[in-house]
C-alpha cells in the first residue's frame, strides 16, 4: 500500500526535484518521513519557513522545474507567504505544502487553525485542500502543472489526518506537464512593428529577461539598426557580457547614457522587458513593444505597436526584413557616454582613491570615518568571483553596487527579489542556489539589514553544509531608505543599525567569519573568502554616506538631499 504522503513525495522526486525546504511540525509528518524513505529527495530544514519558500523560489528560477516548500498547521503556513509572493511576482514554479487541523475540526476555530484557501488567495495560481484520498493523484497534478504552466505559486494543503492515509493498491504516481512551446506572433502584427521601426531614424533597443533566450537574434537588430540597448536589471543575465551595444541599466540603478539612449530616439523597441519605473520612460516616442504575455504590453508606457509572442521568433521573423543602417551616429553617442562612465566608475575601484585629489575632497565630504567604499567592495568581488558564479542579492544599495561593478558574464546568473522588492533574500536565495550544486561558486551581495533579518538561518548553511560566500555591506544603515528619505529633504531616522561584529557571529555559528574595516586589506580578504571551501561570512565595513546617483537625477532630489544633510547636522540620526 501507498500513502497519500509518499504518493505525492514520489511524484515530486520523479519530477526531477531535488530538495524539499521547510520546517518540521505535526500535520506534515508523514511527508517529511517520505521524504526521510526517498532517497532521491532531501529534506532542508531552515530556521524559519520564509527562508524556505525564497530557497525554493530559487532553485524554479535556476532549473525551471518545481520548487518545493513546507509549512505547518497555522504559524508554518503563515510564515511562507513573503517568499511565496517573491516566487510570485518572479514567476517561479513553486508548490507550497501547508498543513491544517484534522478534517473533523475545520472550520471550528480549533487550535492554530487559519483558513488556508483565503490565506493563499492572492499569492497563488492554484489552491485546493485534499480532503479525501480519491482526490489524489488528480489535486497533485493540477497543483504541479498550474504552477509550472502559468509560473507561479501551487497550495495543496494536506490535514492532519490525510497525509498517512492508504491509497488503493495500483494507484498512479501523478506526473507533471513541463512542455512550454514558444508562441509565434502574428503576422500582421509584426509586419506594422517592422514598418514602424524602418521609419524611424534613431532607434532604442530596452531588453530585458525576456528575451534571454534570444541573445543572438536580438544582438543581430541592434547591428542592424545601430541601436544602442539599455538593458533591465533581470536582463543583465544574457546581455551582460560581449555587448558592443549595450549602455547599462535605466532608473535608479543607471547612468547618463541611458537617459540618453531613450531621450535621443525616434522609436523606443522593447523586448521582454516590464520595466516598472514609469518616470524614466521617454515621451513623445514611437514605441514598439515584444512580450510573451500580452497583458503586460503597456501597462508601463504607452504602445503603439504590440507584438505578443517569443522574442526568438519575433525578432527572427523580424530580421529579414530589416536592412543594416550605415549611419552609426545614435549608437555611437550613447556608447561614448557609457564608456566616459565607466571610466568616473572604476575610480572607486581603487583602494587609494582618497588619497588623490577628488577622491580626498570627496572624503572630506561623505566618508569623513574613512569607511571602506562599497564600490570597491563589489569590483573586487567581480574581479575574483568564479567564472560561472551565482549571485543573489538583497533589495536596496547591494543591489545597486552589483548592477553597476558586476558583469553577469556568460555562465554566471543572478537572482534577487527584483520584483516584489523584499528584504532579507540573499541569504536564502543563495542557500537554495548552492544545495543544487555544492561544488559551483555562490556570492550573496547582503545588505546588514537584510542579512540581520533572517540571520538564524546562517546555522543553515553550516548545518547542510553549503559553501555559500555571503558579503555584507555593513553599513550600519538601511541604505536604501536613508537615501529615500534625503531625496526628500527629510533626516534619515529610523534607519541605524545597531550591529554587533557580524564576523563573529558567523564564528559562533561554525562559519568562517572575515571582517575588513581597512580598504588596503580587502583585495586579500575577498580572495580568502571566495577559496574559502566551506560557508563564509566576509563583513565589510562600508561608507553609510554612499550616494549611487540615478539615470535622471531631477533639480528637487538635489535640493532636497541639501535640505537632508542640513538638518542631520543638528539633528541626531538616533
Known sequence: MTTVAELLIEAIADHGTTEVWGVVGDALNPVT????????????????EEVAAFAAGAQAQLTGRLGVCMGTVGPGAVHLLNGLYDAKKSHAPVLAIVGQVPRAEIGSDFFQEVD???????????????????????????????ALQQRGVAVLTLPGDVGGLDLPSGTRVPRFVTDDPPAAPVADALRAAVDAISSADKVTLLVGQGARQARAEVLELAERLGAPMVVALKGKEGFDHENPYEVGQSGLLGNPATTLALETCDLLLMVGTDFPYKDFYPSGKTVVQIDRDGTHIGRRHPVDHAVVGDARLAVGAMLPHLERRESRGHLEHARAAYEKWQELQQHFVDPDYEKKPAGFLRRKVDNPERRIRPELLAGLVDRHAAPDAVFTTDTGMATTWLSRFVRIDRDRRLLGSFNLGSMANALPQALGAQALDRHRQVVAFCGDGGLTMLMGDLITAVTHDLPVKLVVFDNGRLGMVKLEMEQVGMAEYGTVLDNPDLARVAEAIGMRGIRVEDPHDLDDAVRRALAHDGPVLLDVVTNPDEIAVPSKPTLEQGWGFAIAKAKEMVISPE
Open 116 to 146: 488556508n484557501d483565503v490565506l493563499f488567495a492572492d499569492v497563488s495560481v492554484f489552491s485546493a485542500t485534499v480532503t479525501d484520498p480519491a482526490q489524489l493523484p488528480t489535486l497533485v497534478e493540477q497543483a504541479g502543472n498550474a
Open 33 to 48: 518521513d517520505a521524504i526521510r524513505r526517498e532517497d532521491r529527495l532531501t529534506w532542508m530544514g531552515v530556521r524559519h
